[in-house]
């Protein structure tokens, strides 16, 4: 662990400026740090650190001095955790310190301690009876190391097995911020998030949460807090800090100075399942367009790779540089990107132009995000859709017509339905800028087929914010026709309080085809009243 003249030598010091004195060494016995404080005050920061996931320990470990003699404090040991130091050695002292024998000071150590982590998240260190300064210097340090490890790696393989995780997946710890303006709905709010994650390919390992009046304007979280997700992060194994707000881009750089690893916010999460779920060229651009636009306020600030470009004393610089080149190159790609995306808009203009002409009366299928949508399309139409029990399945509209008999005059009404994204409570705004075009579906659309999940306990409020959602758009919608998905997932006393509710709305089981004549004879008369004069 150290020899006892190093440990002699550095309570001598120690001594003689009355300050604790923390050293840091790595597995070759180099010194690679020293600081003047407790192990909490001298830290090596967290991107500092070399990084080997959970089942590894940083390869460093420190010695510390303590002006009491007494066991090391929770700080230090929390501080040894968030390092995942190999150990911790603290070398307490006596009050009158060292003695001066041919005019070098040698220091007097009383007692000393060794901790180290543990695999336990309950209580992830464990700290030794006092030793002696002999019995500390003949610990093998790498005997130690080697075990721990091995016990960390297996540790971490039987937690995700026993969970059910991928451990190939991205490890995921959730933060919940909770104000007064969102207490309502907040749990239902974070397992959406959880949801999210899932969807994106992510494994959620637990999910911290933190009522504030207000968000702290650097960091959302209070310190604490942030040292509580620091130390769980390490301890479960952490890759991904996800937060349930948007964040500004200064709280990102504070939070991933702290703890050490990559914070993202809701609205990234859903950028990153759309990246993944895009498959024509058109929803490519959208998506591409909506993560630069998301990515350019967000990239480094002012440091010493800005050119200072001006007049003046301090402002003159080296030119262009790298960070003000990428963001030049951004705001072009963003600007074809826009000039790509309003072609598009123009081409499905004159689309919906030409099923006008044809008086083909059109519907717009639209929802909160894993409603049914598609998997309702697929069985009305034999669209093909791709379906999934995942939030966000499909993003590109599917538009596909449909005939309907009329079961006495035996007449055919064809019409038009579109399957447009999912929407989602506080949907992005660039978002919504980026789809745009896909939303244009639904103002141009003679009516709407809103569909809504029955099953999901939130249901209501989903509900709601598809409303507000449609609100929110340049031209008012035509006329809609709610359908309540899923019934058949779901108890008789919810069914009697949406009908109690929603008396005009209808009830069906896309998945296992309820319902589905009163929809089609439901749309006709949709399309009649949307369209009197037809």
């Not at 494994?203 to 504030?212: D, G, H, P, S």
Request: with cysteine; net charge neutral; hydrophobic share 40%.
């Amino acid at each position: 662990m150290t020899t006892s003249e190093f440990a002699q030598r550095l309570a001598a010091i120690s001594t003689d400026i009355q300050q604790p004195i923390s050293t840091y060494l790595n597995r070759r016995g180099q010194v690679i740090r020293v600081g003047v404080g407790s192990p909490r005050q001298t830290q090596i920061p967290p991107l500092e650190l070399p990084r080997y996931g959970a089942e590894r320990l940083s390869g460093i470990r420190c010695i510390a001095t303590t002006m009491k003699a007494e066991v090391p404090k929770e700080s230090a040991l929390t501080a040894m955790a968030l390092q995942r130091l190999d150990a911790l050695a603290v070398l307490t002292m006596t009050g009158s310190g060292f003695e001066r024998r041919g005019g070098g000071a040698t220091g007097y150590v009383k007692s000393t301690y060794l901790a180290h982590l543990v695999p336990d998240p309950t209580t992830p260190w464990t700290i030794s009876s006092p030793l002696s300064l002999d019995q500390l210097a003949q610990q093998d340090l790498m005997d130690l190391v080697e075990a721990l490890e091995t016990e960390f790696s297996r540790s971490l393989s039987d937690g995700l097995a026993s969970a059910n995780l991928d451990p190939n997946a991205e490890h995921v710890l959730i933060v919940g911020v909770m104000t007064q303006k969102t207490a309502a709905g907040f749990e239902a709010g974070l397992s959406e998030v959880s949801l999210l994650v899932e969807s994106a390919g992510g494994a959620v390992l637990e999910i911290l949460r933190q009522k504030r009046t207000q968000p702290h304007p650097q960091t959302v979280v209070g310190a604490g807090k942030v040292q509580e997700i620091a130390l769980r992060a390490q301890t479960l194994g952490a890759t991904l800090i996800v937060f349930n707000q948007d964040l500004s881009p200064s709280q990102v750089r504070n939070l991933e100075t702290q703890i050490g690893i990559r914070v993202v916010d809701r609205t990234e999460v859903i950028l990153d399942i759309f990246a993944q779920r895009a498959q024509s060229q058109a929803g490519k651009l959208q998506v591409e367009l909506a993560q630069l636009e998301y990515m350019l306020p967000r990239l480094a600030g002012r440091g010493q790779a800005m050119s200072r470009l001006g007049g003046g004393i301090g402002t003159r610089g080296p030119g262009e540089t790298k960070l003000e080149t990428e963001r030049r190159a951004i705001q072009r790609r963003i600007s074809r990107l826009q000039q790509s995306v309003n072609q598009l808009q123009a081409h499905r203009s004159r689309l919906r132009q030409r099923r006008q002409h044809q008086q083909v009366p059109s519907i717009a299928v639209v929802g909160y995000t894993n409603a049914g949508k598609s998997t309702l399309l697929n069985v009305l139409t034999n669209a093909e859709a791709y379906t999934a029990d995942q939030l966000f399945a499909t993003l590109d509209p599917t538009t596909r017509r449909l005939s309907i008999t009329d079961p006495d005059t035996h007449e055919v009404q064809t019409l038009v339905l579109t399957d447009t994204v999912g929407f989602i409570h506080n949907l992005p705004p660039p978002l919504m800028d980026a789809f745009r075009a896909t939303l244009e579906e639904v103002t141009d659309a003679e009516a709407l087929l809103h569909v809504v999940d029955l099953s999901h306990p939130d249901w209501e409020h989903h509900l709601q914010s598809v409303m507000d959602l449609l609100a929110t758009m340049p031209i008012t919608p035509g006329p809609g026709l709610i359908a309540f998905n899923k019934m058949d997932q779901v108890e008789s006393e919810a069914l009697a309080l949406a009908r109690d509710k929603f008396p005009h709305a209808i009830f069906i089981s896309a998945q296992d085809r309820l319902g589905l004549n009163t929809l089609r004879q439901k749309l006709v008369e949709l399309i009649d009243y949307a369209t009197p004069s037809a």
